[in-house]
């Protein structure tokens, strides 16, 4: 059974590109969150797509933008990438009322 | 407002020595509680979590973590540890999939 997929693994991109994360949610999960982590920090919540719609959001700017697709996958969306925006992003999968989430590998995004 | 503090960021430990991992949390209700471990490289990996009842919570990999409300702590510990524990260890607060928060996690090295 397939746990979290993301991709790409590793992406490089230069200061006010635009990039795009993908994440596929473990079987039978239905909600996802997009969480960012600094290097030598905790992840930091971004937001949370439940029924393809953003149910809650953590304190990051507009720039981050999301989708949720009908099979449950979710993409998170950066604009006018900064240089500290560079970090690794996690996606994790779960489903409504079930705590623990499973988390993916992540995404490593470089900023230059 | 919700909070989570791991306050050692590195620890070291012989082989087959004992291990414990401080957190201490602020929550305005009951909390959940969660400890995750992350290799390098690599997402996070659920090893146990609290919600209720017996206050002693067994985890995955020979982990068990203690939740005490009178210290607002919820150690993890593991009578003999292997250098394949080697990792970051997160712990984590929150009610929900939506508002879970992160602290900045205790890198655990393991001498042989």
């Known amino acids: 059974d397939a746990g979290v997929t993301q991709s790409p693994t590793h992406l490089i991109k230069t200061r006010g590109q635009q990039v795009t994360l993908r994440c596929s949610p473990k079987?039978?999960?239905?909600?996802v969150s997009w969480y960012q982590q600094a290097l030598g920090q905790g992840p930091q919540f971004i937001f949370q797509?439940?029924?393809?719609?953003?149910?809650q959001r953590g304190n990051f700017p507009d720039r981050f933008s999301g989708h949720q697709f009908p099979n449950y996958s979710s993409e998170l969306n950066v604009n006018a990438l900064l240089l500290g925006d560079s970090a690794l992003y996690l996606c994790?999968?779960?489903?409504?009322?079930?705590?623990?989430?499973?988390f993916g590998s992540g995404t490593r995004l470089t900023v230059v | 407002a919700q909070s989570v503090t791991q306050p050692d960021i590195h620890i070291t430990v012989s082989e087959g020595a004992s291990l414990e991992l401080r957190c201490n949390y602020s929550?305005?209700?009951?909390?959940?509680l969660f400890w995750y471990v992350q290799s390098p490289g690599q997402g996070l990996q659920l090893l146990l979590k609290?919600?209720?009842?017996?206050?002693l919570v067994q985890g995955i990999k020979g982990f068990e973590a203690e939740f005490k409300r009178s210290q607002s702590s919820f150690n993890l510990r593991k009578p003999s540890v292997h250098w394949s524990d080697a990792a970051e260890y997160f712990c984590?607060?929150?009610?929900?999939?939506?508002?879970?928060?992160f602290g900045a996690g205790t890198r655990l090295t393991v001498k042989p």
């Open positions: 994790a999968s779960g489903s409504q009322g079930n705590y623990g989430y499973t």
């Open positions: 079987s039978g999960h239905d909600t």
């Open positions: 797509y439940y029924e393809e719609e953003e149910r």
């Open positions: 929550y305005g209700a009951t909390p959940y």
């Open positions: 609290y919600f209720s009842g017996d206050t």
């Open positions: 984590a607060v929150g009610r929900d999939n939506n508002d879970m928060r």
